[in-house]
């Protein structure tokens, strides 16, 4: 597949259409409609359970203009690597016609960056399948009314830590560094990144590529969720530019063990100016009960993530004094 240069090159045909009943203004759909256009109709997609299942496969009606089929929670790994394996199996004997076709599978990171880690761990270490794995990222168990997973940043108001008199601050953990753990740990996969739908084209280049370069890949989108995070459907758009813009949310690809930063991220790299993150927090319900020392605290986490890793943003690590 040709890759996808800028606006004027993005495909026109849309795979993931009307049809769905997911809230308005979710990136997590919109997230599915980037992903489409980008893998084109010679795909396979398996949708682990989540609101991209629910929501999309209402009895008799599918947004889907591509085969898709569901798979359990934690099981997008194996959904990936089965398919790709079976594909190849069956194209082998002659009983499929010898093509590419991709194999994509979807989760959300309850199901990918919590229960089904260690399957999207053992596919990326298989370099003979080809498959993609997209995490779209809303930050909670939001189908099963958003409850905090190892994707909740730290603070956040969810219906398992609700904000109280007693604990203001009932979500001590600090978020899952998905991207870096799986680029760290996994040489067969050749291509890592992170993506979001506000950086639409940014998306689906980096969709493409992956696919285009083989192996098994991994691909991880923050994707607000105006329901779960608390601000107004319409404000979905600028939520995720927010996110990159305060640095909460770096876009990066890892290409071979070489990390490049793109967009607004590649400017923070080189030193440029983040926007305070009280600029995200102050806009959702979910950090409403932030005092001015959470934010500071909050705002630390982030700095920290910039200033002091091995790899700013990207891997957790600082090397000790000698
Ligand atoms: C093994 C298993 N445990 C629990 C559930 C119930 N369940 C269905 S969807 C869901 C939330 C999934 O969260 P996530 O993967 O983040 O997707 P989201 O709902 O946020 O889109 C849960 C817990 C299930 N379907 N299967
Ligand atoms: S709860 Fe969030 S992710 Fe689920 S359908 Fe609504 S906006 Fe989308
Ligand atoms: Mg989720």
């Not at 090159?9 to 980037?34: D, F, I």
């Not at 085969?67 to 002659?94: C, D, F, I, V, Y």
């Not at 071979?256 to 400017?267: A, H, I, L, P």
Request: hydrophobic letters at 40%; one cysteine or more.
């Amino acid at each position: 597949m040709e890759q996808i240069k800028g606006v004027k090159t993005v495909p026109l045909n849309e795979y993931y259409m009307s049809g769905h009943r997911t809230c308005q203004g979710c990136e997590p759909a919109l997230a599915m409609k980037l992903t489409a256009k980008a893998i084109g109709p010679r795909s396979i997609v398996l949708g682990a359970t989540g609101c991209m299942y629910v929501a999309n496969t209402s009895y008799y009606t599918t947004p889907w203009a591509i085969p898709w089929m569901h798979t359990q929670l934690g099981a997008a790994g194996s959904a990936a690597l089965g398919t790709s394996a079976g594909l190849k199996a069956l194209m082998r004997k002659g009983k499929l016609k010898e093509e590419h076709i991709n194999v994509v599978a979807i989760c959300g990171d309850g199901g990918g960056a919590d229960m089904g880690v260690s399957a999207i761990s053992a596919t990326l270490t298989h370099p003979q399948y080809d498959s993609l794995i997209v995490m779209y990222d809303n930050e909670s168990y939001a189908n099963t009314d958003v409850q905090a997973s190892g994707s909740t940043p730290w603070g956040a108001v969810t219906r398992f830590t609700p904000s109280g008199t007693v604990h203001r601050i009932t979500q001590t953990r600090i978020k899952k560094n998905m991207v870096g753990m799986l680029a760290a740990g996994h040489p067969g996969c050749k291509y890592v990144a992170t993506v979001c739908p506000s950086f639409a084209v940014d998306m689906m280049q980096k969709i493409r590529k992956a696919i285009a370069i083989g192996g098994p890949t991994f691909v991880h989108c923050l994707t607000p969720c105006p329901k779960g995070w608390g601000f107004a459907p319409d404000l979905s758009h600028e939520m995720g530019i927010a996110a990159v813009e305060t640095g909460v949310w770096p876009l990066y690809e890892i290409e071979d063990g070489m990390v490049r930063f793109n967009g607004r991220s590649k400017t923070i790299a080189e030193g440029g100016k983040r926007e305070p993150v009280g600029e995200y927090t102050r806009r959702q319900d979910r950090f409403a009960h932030f005092t001015a020392e959470d934010t500071a605290y909050f705002q630390g986490t982030i700095d920290e993530m910039w200033q002091n890793w091995l790899v700013p943003a990207v891997i957790p690590l600082s090397r000790a004094a000698q």
